[in-house]
């Protein structure tokens, strides 16, 4: 008998150093592809100046990024429950580097287009597997820990990349970015020999199919799918509109650059924060204090001088309340579909970022009408509704923590 239960706890052992290896890995992939992800908006104001592009259809670029990079997530989820994420994991940050790293080379807006569709498709086939393989890879306590470690890496890449393409870009000019791929074949490379295989049919034996999912979002998933939303249209609205902001204001390239670094940055922290006490408090009431904050935050941020201190400082503030959102949205919507947690994470993610995008092009065309700072200052206090949407009645029984 003490022989057995020795064994059993061997095994478990065994299975969570398994499991934070796992996390590791996906971690660094997330770093590596939300780095590529984030070239687009501090090169904005130059591509403005390239092709010749409007306040309104540098956010529509923005907006049919944000969608291929997150409206294929579903279906990217549906198929990794099913045949397994390696792949995925492994095949995602390689387009998404591939052709991210093409932007400086668009000789027009149609190509430009076209490398954002695809760059943002590498992206979508990434995420939902990923975030799955980071939280599930072991069974019991510490998913909130590894969604947030996941979460932190991607934020770490989101503030690592503007500064990164722009450095490239100062030192061998826009037409050069293509020499920003090479850290993704070496990636690719280490995840073919890291990650273990998976077989879907012994550890999901029976996933819903997509459209039970999706008809999910009349209940529960659907109002964590809002809250999801709502952050996204104001994360996108902040990393849209400051670089154009801080140009048309006649501040640097640099420092357009540094303040997407400084919110994306702080993101991270956001993140493994959430994470933490996402396995430890009434997630609904985090959530609540979370969007209800992060409205004056963002306001302040984008009201105030760029490049000034206040600036920087509530850009910071602003990107670790909205990336601290996510921790406890994917954990709650996996275990409203426990059968199928990597199409759970596509739904609170890509759909709903996919979704929470749309409201750019409205953004923009404000921006065009009267100012971008105004335009951003209208457009963030939609979020209130997120705050609200944290006491809808269905989410009482994912509020605590599942023991």
């Known amino acids: 008998m003490k022989s057995s239960i020795k064994e059993s706890s061997q095994i478990n052992t065994t299975d969570a150093k398994s499991a934070r290896y796992v996390a590791m890995a996906v971690g660094i992939a997330h770093l590596l592809n939300d780095a590529y992800a984030s070239f687009l908006h501090p090169l904005l104001p130059r591509l403005m100046d390239k092709l010749g592009l409007s306040i309104t259809l540098a956010a529509a670029l923005s907006m049919i990024f944000s969608l291929s990079s997150s409206i294929m997530q579903p279906m990217a989820g549906y198929l990794a429950d099913r045949f397994g994420r390696k792949v995925f994991v492994i095949a995602g940050p390689l387009i998404s580097g591939v052709f991210l790293s093409l932007i400086g080379l668009a000789p027009s807006l149609s190509i430009l287009l076209a490398i954002l569709l695809l760059g943002g498709i590498g992206s979508a086939v990434f995420h939902p597997p990923g975030a799955a393989m980071a939280a599930r890879t072991a069974e019991g306590k510490g998913s909130g820990l590894r969604m947030s470690f996941f979460s932190c890496c991607g934020s770490l890449g989101y503030a690592i990349g503007p500064l990164a393409i722009i450095g490239l870009v100062a030192t061998v000019g826009l037409e050069n970015t293509w020499m920003a791929v090479a850290p993704v074949i070496v990636l690719t490379l280490v995840l073919l020999v890291t990650l273990p295989s998976d077989d879907p049919q012994i550890s999901n034996p029976d996933p819903p199919s997509l459209r039970e999912v999706l008809s999910g979002l009349k209940g529960p998933l659907g109002v964590v799918f809002c809250i ?78 760029p490049g000034s201190l206040g600036a920087f400082i509530f850009a910071a503030c602003s990107g670790f309340l909205n990336m601290a959102l996510l921790p406890p949205i994917v954990v709650m919507a996996q275990e409203i579909i426990p059968k199928s947690p990597a199409m759970g994470s596509a739904v609170v993610m890509g759909l709903a970022w996919a979704t929470g995008s749309l409201g750019l092009l409205g953004t923009g065309i404000i921006g065009d009408w009267i100012s971008p700072q105004f335009a951003g200052l209208v457009s963030v206090p939609v979020l209130f509704l997120g705050t609200a949407l944290c006491f809808h009645p269905q989410l009482k029984s994912y509020r605590k923590v599942v023991s």
């Not at 400051?242 to 204001?249: F, H, L, Q, R």
């Not at 997407?260 to 430890?280: E, H, I, K, P």
């Open 228 to 305: 999801s939303a709502l952050g996204a249209f104001a994360q996108r609205v902040f990393i849209t509109l400051s670089p154009i902001i801080s140009s048309e204001a006649g501040a640097s390239e640099a420092v357009g650059a540094l303040t997407l670094s400084v919110y994306l940055g702080a993101q991270a922290f956001g993140s493994l924060a959430s994470g933490l006490l996402t396995d430890r408090v009434d997630r609904s009431q985090l959530l609540a204090w979370l969007t209800g904050l992060s409205v004056p935050t963002h306001m302040l941020a984008l009201w105030l001088p």
